[in-house]
């Protein structure tokens, strides 16, 4: 199969109507129509099944549409990879480090201040992101190197160096009355009813169902634990970033956190070398 094949099929696939799809590709339809024909022909299976006037996909159309993203976003990530390689090998290098907006803020600058040291540094672009982006943008080839947290973030196809592991704290307005606790469990936060845990949007834009607020990033929650409108669950390490407003509590039986630094293991840039090392050292 060819891209140009894939990139046909998902666009009839997401679209579920060839008119649209031709519209989408900037192509006329029945030359879209015969390319999937042809493609159904060589796989030997229908991909779609088609009436006047609808478009479903079949079982295997279902699968195919899964496999093409996949393959599609890796074709895409290696054009952007090399990209990158190319304009590292004419003298212009930097790398890209992904990190979770407000997740081991104390860290990351011991990070930067200790690569910067290194003779052969060269310039770090820190994009910030919300909620499990930084695997997306790894996977993509948007970026060289990200900090993940598990077990909140997949590692899996990465090559990993773990940082260091931690406890986990609930933040709440400070005067609350479980601020006076040396420690909490689970079940004393979930039976908060005036202070709900926030959801988070999944990487499709849904949000899990329940009461509390939906949230978009790290400086928004802090603002709704503030005004008493939730309450948050985060590494020990948020303690540094607190308010005189916030107050936070050790929650006994929360997971740990692991913090990560991730690369593609096919990587052979020795700028994320050596920034790996001077994180495994830090």
Excluded: N
């Excluded at 006047?52 to 952007?80: P, Y």
């Excluded at 090399?82 to 407000?102: N, Q």
């Excluded at 834009?205 to 005004?227: E, I, N, S």
């Excluded at 050790?250 to 840039?269: E, G």
């Amino acid at each position: 199969m060819e891209t140009r094949e894939l990139r046909y099929f998902v666009a009839v696939a997401e679209e579920l109507h060839f008119g649209r799809a031709a519209r989408r590709l900037g192509m006329a339809q029945p030359p879209l129509s015969r390319a999937i024909q042809q493609l159904e022909r060589r796989l030997g299976a229908a991909l779609l099944d088609r009436t006047s006037r609808t478009v479903t996909l079949t079982e295997a159309g279902s699968v195919l549409l899964a496999e093409s993203r996949a393959a599609l976003a890796a074709v895409d990530a290696a054009e952007r990879r090399t990209r990158r390689a190319a304009l590292a090998a004419t003298g212009r290098p930097g790398l890209v480090l992904a990190v979770k907006a407000g997740a081991s803020s104390e860290l990351l600058a011991k990070l930067l201040g200790a690569y910067a040291a290194d003779p052969g540094a060269v310039p770090v672009e820190v994009t910030l992101c919300g909620p499990g982006e930084q695997e997306r943008l790894l996977r993509e080839g948007r970026a060289d190197v990200a900090l993940l947290h598990r077990p909140f973030d997949s590692t899996a196809g990465f090559d990993t160096e773990e940082l260091s592991t931690e406890s986990q704290v609930v933040i709440l307005p400070a005067g609350h009355p479980l601020t006076l606790r040396a420690h909490v469990h689970m079940a004393d936060i979930t039976a908060l009813p005036d202070l709900p845990l926030p959801r988070w949007p999944a990487p499709d834009g849904t949000c899990p169902p329940g009461p509390g607020p939906r949230v978009r990033d790290h400086t928004q929650l802090l603002q709704l634990v503030a005004l008493g409108r939730a309450c948050a669950i985060s590494p020990e390490s948020c303690r540094s970033q607190l308010h005189d407003d916030l107050a936070a509590v050790p929650v006994l039986d929360a997971p740990t956190v692991t913090t990560v630094i991730a690369w593609p293991p096919h990587s052979r840039s020795r700028a994320v070398a050596d920034l790996v090392r001077t994180a495994t050292r830090l």
